[in-house]
């Protein structure tokens, strides 16, 4: 069995990445002895609909990885934020009972599903983002994972889906970054991106919840989500299009919310904006967030960033800012904020999983554009990064108690 990234002329040993082409590995990466692998196209209805228990990753599992995994030899230091072909995914199901599978370790690639199933014709299906990090001394962190199967278990009961337990969702993120061990970058090269999806994948056809569901997670290596990395973006304030109404789906992690954003971030790149910032769809004056992230707002001491009301996304990396902005003497408010707050901000940043913390060099509203720091990277911005980004890959203590060790 061989890995690569098919061509015309058979397997071709590099994956685009970055407007780059990776020299990767063909050998195939070591199966470990605790997992069975599949070497197919993974056809999810294939999976069997009875409850099994949930899989322990045990030390005998983290042993058994360690052993045998090694640092693929990529360009680490020109790591983009996109696709690369990692080795194993983990699929689990669940059947009419409410219960999940055991799940299952396959290798990367196509899955089937039925034309008629429910995440493709009504879009029921979600997705979360997490990453591992590597530590100098080659153990793996994990950064609240159980605060993203929280986050999934709100998203499935708005979207009529059942969801995995907190326990089997941090067992599967914990299998699947042991069996891609090796695609977690070195330490401050980037992270482990994980990608957990929870889809409606049985047929139906009338206007339903789907009558099977299928949880998986797949991973890729990233580095910086903006191609400016830790430099100051350029957001473009949208006043006509809305990513979310009040009543709607605009604080759960639902796959359709990312997909309406997409033409207005179109227009905005097009223009030369990084991305987009969007106001309130009632009055068209507040703050709501960035197309993938949560929006702050500086002015002296004081940090403020709009209320989680339903329309917002509850981010964890937003959550983790603002305990350590408030660790920090900062006063953070929670609130309103208006499109004048913003204009005479002293700094503004955007937080997410992706970007972490990601400074704004200019604001244009209705052809206005407000300039911050000179277009480069915050007092604030820089001390907040710092601090998280430290924690987050093990370089100081944990002393908010956020991190999980693998190994």
Not at 80 to 108: H, L, R, S
Not at 302 to 324: E, N, Y
Not at 372 to 395: E, I, K, N
């Amino acid at each position: 069995m061989e890995y690569g990234v098919a061509s015309p002329g058979g397997l071709l040993a590099a994956a685009p990445l970055a407007g780059r082409r990776l020299r990767l590995p063909l050998s195939p990466p070591p199966s470990p002895p605790s997992i069975q692998i599949k070497n197919r196209l993974y056809s999810i209805s294939s999976l069997p609909l009875q409850a099994r228990p949930v899989r322990r990753c045990g030390a005998s599992l983290a042993s058994n990885y360690s052993q045998t995994s090694e640092i693929v030899d990529m360009d680490w230091e020109n790591l983009g934020f996109g696709i690369v072909q990692t080795d194993y995914m983990y699929i689990a199901k669940c059947g009419t009972d409410g219960n999940f599978t055991e799940g299952e370790m396959v290798p990367f690639g196509p899955i089937a599903l039925n034309p008629s199933s429910g995440v493709l014709n009504y879009g029921q299906g979600l997705f979360e983002g997490l990453k591992a990090y590597r530590k100098p001394d080659g153990s793996i962190l994990l950064f609240r994972p159980e605060e993203n199967a929280l986050r999934m278990q709100t998203g499935a009961e708005r979207m009529c889906m059942p969801a995995p337990s907190v326990e089997q969702f941090v067992d599967a993120v914990k299998q699947t970054v042991l069996a891609n061990k090796r695609w977690v970058p070195p330490t401050g090269k980037g992270s482990l991106y994980l990608r957990p999806l929870l889809m409606g994948s049985g047929a139906v056809l009338g206007l339903a919840p789907a009558p099977e569901y299928t949880f998986l997670i797949f991973v890729s290596p990233v580095g910086n989500y903006f191609k400016e990395g830790l430099a100051p973006i350029n957001l473009i304030v949208e006043d006509k299009f809305h990513r979310a109404t009040p009543g709607g789906t605009g604080s759960v992690k639902t796959i359709g919310n990312y997909a309406s954003v997409l033409m207005a971030q179109k227009i905005a790149k097009e223009k030369g904006y990084s991305d987009v910032l969007y106001l309130d769809a009632v009055h068209k004056k507040y703050l709501e967030e960035v197309s993938s992230c949560n929006i702050f707002v500086v002015k002296g001491n004081v940090i403020c960033t709009p209320a989680i009301k339903g329309t917002i996304l509850p981010g964890i990396t937003r959550k983790s800012i603002i305990d350590v902005a408030v660790s920090k003497g900062f006063q953070v408010e929670e609130r309103l904020v208006s499109v004048d707050e913003l204009l005479d901000a002293d700094e503004v940043f955007c937080t997410g999983t992706a970007v972490v913390v990601s400074p704004v060099g200019s604001i244009t509203y209705q052809g206005k554009r407000v300039e911050y720091g000179h277009q480069s990277v915050g007092v604030v911005s820089q001390q907040l990064y710092t601090s998280l980004t430290s924690l987050q890959m093990g370089q100081t203590e944990d002393w908010m108690g956020w991190t999980m060790q693998l190994n």
